[in-house]
Structure formats: C-alpha cells, structure tokens
C-alpha cells in the first residue's frame, strides 16, 4: 500500500512534466519553423531526393529555386538530344510534408521525462527526415514518370506508373498523417531499450566444490 501511495503521485507528476514540455516545446518549435526554418528545410530535402531521382531516372538537374513555401526543380532528360523538348518544372509545396514536423518535436521533447537516451532520439528524427525524403522523392518520380512517357522517352509501363503512383499516395495520404504518431509510438516501444543495455547479468565465477575428490595416481 505504501509503494502504491508513492508511485501515483510520482507518475502523476511526471505525466504534468511531460505536457507542460509538449506545450511550451510545441510553441517555440512551431513559430521559428513557420517563419524561417520550414522553407531551409524544405530546399535540403528537395536536393538529396533531386539528386537520387535523377540516378534513378537519368535526367540531369538544372536548378532548385526557394519561392517562401513553393521548391521548383528544373529537369531535363541526360545524354539525349532531347534537352530542348523536354524541359520541366516540378513544384514541391514544403508545407504538404514538413507541415506536422513542430508536433513531432513537441512529441519527442515530451518524452524526456522517461528516455534519457541521445541515439533513440535521433534515429526518431532520422525516421522523420526519411518520410519527408520519401515524399518529394515519390513526387518527384510520379510526375517525371507521366512526362517521360507522354514525349516516349520512358516505355510506358503499368507496373511502374502504379510504383510511383503508389509510392507518393501512400507516403502523402497515410504515413505523413500518421507522422507525429509514428514518432511517439517509436519513443514509447523504444523507451525501455536504454535501461535493457544499462541492466547486465552479473556473471559468477564458477566455484570448485570442496566435495570433489581427487581421483588417485596410477602405480607405475
């Protein structure tokens, strides 16, 4: 009964820690996010994902141009004659994907009362940037796939337009709705990994047992 009296209120108190963390984290990440920082992030994403569609699709980047919310990347095919014809622009709103990042943070900042641990923080924030690299990756893909194969410089395939199609829908209507719940159900499973590594068997020294008897010598 004592333990019971003793626990509650030390769980009740770590509970109002962890929402007073929430609310003021969530505000001071959400105002720099909204003013400064979203429209950054929003330009480094857009080259890492740029830079592996254009491996994967062989077409060269032209340019990557910041308008405050709205990352356009201009594309042409590589090594072709076609450079003249096929000339593009994609449009990536950084709002579509980064718009749940300030509730993320809040989320991670909330969970400090019980996770000490600097790695599972940060493989939550890699999951995090992952995500939003899938997105623009999956946009990118989407659309090129539509362009390249209306001008017959990709086969048009079925399997692959459902790939690309697949691939953005999924990451746009699902996982980046589900984004700040990933994170904090990540955190909660996560959250007894650093006392597993901190708690290890002691070993014991095998002891010789003063019961055994030693076997006696042979006779030559």
Not at 46 to 56: H, P, Q, T
Not at 115 to 137: D, T
Request: overall charge positive; charged content about 20%; aromatic content about 16%.
């Amino acid at each position: 009964m004592n333990n019971q009296n003793i626990i509650k209120p030390q769980l009740k108190s770590t509970i109002i820690k962890a929402t007073i963390i929430f609310v003021v984290s969530f505000i001071v990440f959400l105002i720099p996010w909204l003013f400064f920082v979203n429209s950054y992030y929003g330009v480094v994403i857009a080259k890492i994902a740029s830079y592996f569609i254009s491996i994967v699709k062989d077409v060269e980047i032209t340019e990557i141009l910041r308008n405050k919310d709205i990352i356009t990347v201009g594309i042409i095919p590589a090594n072709t004659g076609l450079s003249q014809v096929i000339k593009t622009t994609i449009e990536i709103p950084t709002s579509n994907y980064s718009f749940n990042v300030p509730l993320s943070l809040a989320i991670m900042a909330a969970f400090y009362p019980f996770i000490k641990s600097k790695w599972i923080y940060l493989e939550a924030l890699a999951i995090l940037i992952f995500v939003h690299f899938l997105f623009v990756f999956g946009l990118e893909g989407e659309k090129l796939t539509q362009i390249l194969t209306i001008h017959g410089y990709e086969d048009p395939s079925r399997v692959t337009q459902f790939f690309w199609e697949f691939l953005w829908g999924f990451v746009d209507n699902m996982v980046l709705r589900f984004e700040p719940f990933l994170i904090g159900a990540y955190l909660f499973f996560m959250r007894n990994r650093e006392s597993v590594k901190k708690v290890e068997p002691v070993k014991v020294p095998k002891q010789k047992s003063v019961y055994t008897k030693k076997k006696p010598k042979r006779k030559r």
